[in-house]
């Protein structure tokens, strides 16, 4: 069973940074399109960056191009995105998950919690 655990979230000032991993077991991540989205309460998950296998072709949403950097480690199975000169509405929960169609996708994780204070 694929199991995908996040963490790096964390409470820090406006301008800040971080990096946030994704650990994935139970699947390889190799051959994966593998994507951070974020959810902010009240509203529905969004995409924030996607990531596909090599040669790597890298997207960002809008809202994150030129501050979030998206990267994999494919023998290690882990998902990366540094994250910086955060901005307070950078706040979510994020999750990563493969990129694709609702019903191709793992479980999700619990997420992890980015709060971004000015």
């Known amino acids: 069973q694929v199991q995908l655990v996040e963490s790096g979230g964390d409470l820090v000032q406006a301008g800040g940074s971080l990096r946030l991993s994704c650990v994935v077991s139970g699947r390889s991540i190799r051959f994966a399109v593998m994507g951070w989205y974020r959810q902010i309460p009240g509203k529905e998950r969004e995409w924030v960056a996607d990531?596909?296998?090599?040669?790597?072709?890298?997207t960002y949403a809008d809202s994150g191009k030129g501050r979030v950097t998206i990267s994999r480690d494919n023998a290690k199975n882990v998902l990366y995105l540094e994250m910086n000169n955060l901005k307070p509405e950078d706040t979510g929960v994020y999750y990563c998950?493969?990129?694709?169609?609702?019903?191709?996708?793992?479980?999700w994780g619990q997420g992890t919690q980015v709060t971004v204070f000015s």
């Open positions: 990531i596909t296998t090599g040669p790597e072709m890298i």
């Open positions: 998950n493969k990129k694709g169609p609702v019903g191709s996708l793992w479980p």
